[in-house]
């Protein structure tokens, strides 16, 4: 598996190189949020606002307003948690095309509670007016961009950074409301969307040598989600459906999920995996998915339980885990 | 219609007297409303709109448009309330309106300068009417949606530097109140207009010394905000909010580098002493008894023969 270094640093300047209107605002998270370069290329568009996100929101509202393209790029947890009346008022409410570049999603990092944004999907579901994104890759990484740049109105982006596998071909972008199928069968369906993609592909396939076969949905767009590829697999699963998200269960993709399945009547169980209902605390990525059951092997397990199967199947005999330091040159720090 | 800088002291005196009778009228056959803001920033408007700022003719119907649905992609019609206060050119200035609560005062304030129809008071606070009694974007004389309080010194900061980089000469006035510099977002706001000496941003607040609850020095002293104001590098000015002259002073100065606040000191009470009975409880206007409600009808009859 290629291994992309800090794929958001070179691809965000040479995108905005013909954009002028596209701005960047940040909260003194500059080179965590990988925009260092971007500011020393384009100083005049890049605009430091301090720790002061309910002010960043607002004039990123304001600048939306006369014409431009504020792209925020800060901590996820400060962008939809501290400062959640300004984005609803002075960018949601007027529909003002401001894009939300949130990092650190979910348990990505060893922060802790602080820092992890476990309810981000949730809430940006409930704002009005929100388009929400997720990145898994860094073809979804460098092709988010455009998607975002299309929509009428506000952008979440569920950003990954730092050393970031390359899941999809970069001929294969992210496109808005599409799901990729990346692996079919019939017995239970599977979806997943950004780092819970990769446990997913660990486990799918070992799951298919052992007799359960899986269609294996990503997803990248939360909202809106009325993809017809999703509703299609969701109906040909005969044993059930699971969701596995880096983020709580409540309100998220799997929320989304049942909900559709609800409205279309598809009867079939469904099992969340994500943090239930919990939050986490500050250990590495591997650790805490683990620990809370996001990774390959609680996906297995919960697809032995709605089949009624024993694989047999161990961690041994899934694809390695990919384990990042928690210390790397990647990271501007070690959060 | 009355224009900016041509507009003699008499008659700005003259309107910000009919914006407090046209307020104190409604609320009294409403059987109440937000009458001491009326009271303590009558001048501030007629100031802002008769001699402070920049503005064209008004882009939107006299008569208020029904309410046209909330902003969003299927709403592509959308048009927004700051269009009473004239066309975006490069030019000219921009009015942000921060205190949402003071709406019924800028309707009044757009009917006296000939901006909106006297009638379209006849729908404020209706079933699906723009003419809201806290307003959003879509009410007249409202660019942003403001109703929760110190968001709009931001978006003013972030539409002052969008047309500083289009090189855009025009200003933004944002007119606030002293309550909501209670809020942390306020000084967020302020520190980065100073850090980006967003100069062309002008803030007039209604310093009355009221909110909600009562006295502000009760509820959350923030002590002098002229001197906090200052300490971040702010250029200030304290005035007597109901002296037109002095209001409109610091407007005509050149600015400076540093944003500018002019703090108009008011009288919530002023143009209706029997306010000054219900002190401090100011923020709105609703009568207990029959008794007090013709107190207030005899006081507005003296307020006509007086005006």
Same mark, same amino acid.
């Given at each position: 598996m290629e291994i992309v270094n800090r794929p958001h640093v070179q691809n965000f300047i040479r995108w905005a190189a013909d954009k002028p209107e596209v701005v960047v605002l940040s909260a003194d998270l500059t080179n965590s949020c990988e925009v260092g370069a971007w500011r020393d290329t384009y100083p005049e568009r890049f605009f430091s606002l301090g720790m002061a996100e309910q002010n960043m929101l607002g004039f990123a509202g304001g600048l939306a307003r006369e014409g431009f393209e504020p792209f925020v790029h800060t901590f996820a947890v400060f962008i939809y948690r501290r400062p959640y009346d300004q984005l609803a008022m002075s960018i949601a409410y007027p529909n003002l095309p401001v894009r939300l570049m949130a990092f650190l999603p979910g348990i990505t990092t060893p922060g802790g509670v602080t820092h992890q944004a476990i309810e981000d999907v949730a809430v940006m579901r409930a704002t009005p007016n929100m388009t929400v994104l997720e990145t898994g890759d860094a073809t979804e990484v460098e092709s988010v961009l455009d998607v975002a740049h299309a929509v009428d109105g506000p952008v979440y982006v569920r950003f990954l950074r730092g050393r970031v596998p390359r899941l999809f071909p970069r001929t294969e972008p992210m496109v808005l409301g599409q799901a990729r199928v990346l692996h079919e069968g019939d017995d239970v369906t599977v979806l997943t969307a950004g780092i819970t993609t990769e446990e997913a592909l660990r486990a799918v396939p070992a799951l298919a040598d052992a007799g359960v076969h899986a269609t294996h949905l990503h997803v990248s767009t939360h909202k809106p989600f009325d993809d017809p590829t999703v509703l299609a697999a969701l109906r040909r699963a005969k044993r059930g459906v699971v969701t596995l998200e880096n983020h709580t269960i409540v309100g998220g993709l799997g929320t989304a999920v049942a909900e559709l399945m609800a409205e279309h009547a598809v009867g079939t169980p469904l099992v969340r995996l994500g943090l239930r209902d919990t939050y986490a605390h500050g250990a590495s990525q591997a650790y805490l998915m683990r620990e809370y059951g996001l990774d390959a092997m609680a996906l297995v397990r919960a697809v032995e339980r709605l089949t009624d199967t024993d694989t047999g199947l161990a961690e041994d005999d899934l694809a390695k885990v990919r384990v990042e330091e928690v210390h790397s040159l990647a990271k501007a720090e070690a959060l | 219609m009355v224009t900016p800088s041509s507009t003699a002291t008499a008659d700005v005196e003259r309107v910000a007297q009919r914006i407090r009778r046209r307020v104190f009228e409604h609320v009294m056959r409403n059987g109440g409303g937000y009458l001491s803001q009326a009271c303590s920033s009558a001048e501030l408007f007629a100031t802002l709109y008769g001699r402070v700022m920049h503005l064209g003719?008004?882009? #939107?119907? %006299? @008569?208020?448009?029904?309410?046209? &649905?909330?902003?969003?992609?299927?709403?592509?019609?959308?048009? $927004?309330? +700051?269009?009473?206060?004239?066309?975006?050119?490069?030019?000219?200035?921009?009015?942000?309106?921060?205190?949402?609560?003071?709406?019924?005062?800028?309707?009044?304030?757009?009917?006296?300068?000939?901006?909106?129809?006297? #009638?379209? %008071? @006849?729908?404020?606070?209706?079933? &699906?009417?723009?003419?809201?009694?806290?307003?959003?974007?879509? $009410?007249? +004389?409202?660019?942003?949606?403001?109703?929760?309080?110190?968001?709009?010194?931001?978006?003013?900061?972030?539409?002052?530097?969008?047309?500083?980089?289009?090189?855009?000469?025009?200003?933004?006035?944002?007119?606030?109140?002293?309550?909501?510099?209670?809020?942390g977002q306020v000084w967020e706001a302020v520190q980065a207009l100073v850090h980006y000496r967003l100069d062309t941003v002008g803030v007039y607040a209604d310093v009355n010394d009221q909110q909600c609850d009562g006295r502000m020095d009760d509820v959350m002293r923030v002590g002098s905000i002229g001197e906090r104001l200052r300490a971040f590098g702010a250029r200030v000015f304290d005035v007597d909010g109901h002296d037109v002259d002095a209001l409109a002073a610091p407007a005509a100065m050149e600015p400076d580098g540093r944003p500018l606040f002019v703090l108009?000191?008011?009288?919530?009470?002023?143009?209706?002493?029997?306010?000054?009975?219900?002190?401090?409880?100011?923020?709105?206007?609703?009568f207990s008894s029959d008794e007090e409600r013709e107190r207030y009808q005899h006081a507005f009859a003296a307020f006509d023969e007086e005006a």
């Open positions: - | 003719p008004s882009q #939107a119907p %006299l @008569e208020p448009v029904a309410f046209p &649905g909330v902003p969003g992609p299927a709403n592509p019609d959308y048009v $927004s309330g +700051g269009a009473y206060n004239g066309p975006r050119d490069p030019e000219f200035d921009r009015f942000i309106f921060s205190p949402a609560h003071y709406a019924l005062v800028l309707y009044a304030a757009l009917i006296e300068f000939g901006r909106l129809a006297p #009638a379209a %008071l @006849e729908a404020f606070n209706r079933d &699906g009417s723009t003419v809201e009694m806290i307003g959003a974007e879509h $009410s007249p +004389g409202v660019e942003t949606t403001t109703g929760s309080l110190a968001q709009a010194i931001s978006q003013a900061g972030g539409i002052a530097l969008g047309r500083r980089l289009k090189g855009e000469p025009g200003r933004v006035w944002v007119l606030m109140s002293d309550g909501e510099f209670q809020e108009a000191h008011t009288d919530p009470t002023r143009g209706v002493p029997l306010l000054r009975e219900r002190a401090p409880n100011l923020h709105y206007l609703r």
